[in-house]
């Protein structure tokens, strides 16, 4: 692992320009998303934007047809936490039933399955499978993000934690590390949007 560090901080001068941009913005992005305020979505727009391109560039299909969805998710964001209330903090954090989590994993898997066939069968995409299974679960997260709702953090979590892997062995350092950090940073999240959901919950008996 160490070996592996010192080879990254020897390799900084082949990241490149868009990808470090593109990381700083989506470090923003979720220390904002953290935080419950709207900036999350703009710092998303740019990162996804720039992604786009670089994942196209590594044979990762789906993660680049996926960032167009982020960018479109991230103006839906914008939407939907403004809508009726003029401010991220005043819309509620809710949450799913298990029953909608278990149709909406059994679909991913289903999806993931048939789209992981046909980049096999058609294309020379890295990761098939486990490309398309990221990408899946990552639009189900993206949306629960979108709407506020608890659960997502725990659907980025094991995301994250594979794409770690994937964009490593696709030469995509930086990102990798990326995803290291927001590995680090879940559980704040998931604490920050708990804590969140209780006041509410609280409030709404008194």
């Excluded at 010192?6 to 998303?33: G, K, N, Q």
């Excluded at 991220?88 to 989590?101: E, F, L, R, S």
């Excluded at 995509?172 to 999240?189: K, N, R």
Aim: glycine share 4%; aromatic share 18%; charged share 10%.
């Amino acid at each position: 692992m160490a070996s592996s560090i010192s080879e990254l901080l020897s390799d900084l001068s082949t990241w490149t320009p868009s990808e470090i941009i593109a990381v700083c913005f989506a470090v923003l992005y979720l220390l904002l998303a953290i935080r419950e305020s709207i900036w999350c979505w703009f710092c998303a727009g740019i990162s996804t934007a720039i992604y786009v391109y670089l994942y196209f560039d590594a044979k990762l299909y789906m993660e680049s047809a996926l960032n167009l969805f982020y960018f479109a998710m991230a103006i839906y964001g914008w939407s939907v936490w403004t809508s009726d209330t003029g401010g991220a903090k005043k819309i509620p954090v809710t949450t799913y039933t298990p029953k909608t989590h278990a149709i909406a994993l059994g679909a991913i898997v289903i999806l993931a399955l048939g789209s992981g066939f046909l980049l096999t069968r058609y294309t020379d995409a890295a990761f098939p499978y486990v490309d398309s299974a990221t990408t899946f679960a990552a639009i189900w997260s993206t949306f629960l993000i979108a709407r506020k709702v608890l659960e997502n953090w725990w659907y980025w979590f094991v995301i994250d934690i594979v794409s770690i892997v994937v964009y490593w062995s696709r030469g995509l350092e930086l990102t990798s590390m990326l995803f290291v950090l927001y590995v680090i940073l879940i559980p704040f999240g998931l604490v920050a949007w708990t804590r969140s959901w209780r006041n509410q919950e609280v409030a709404a008996r008194v």
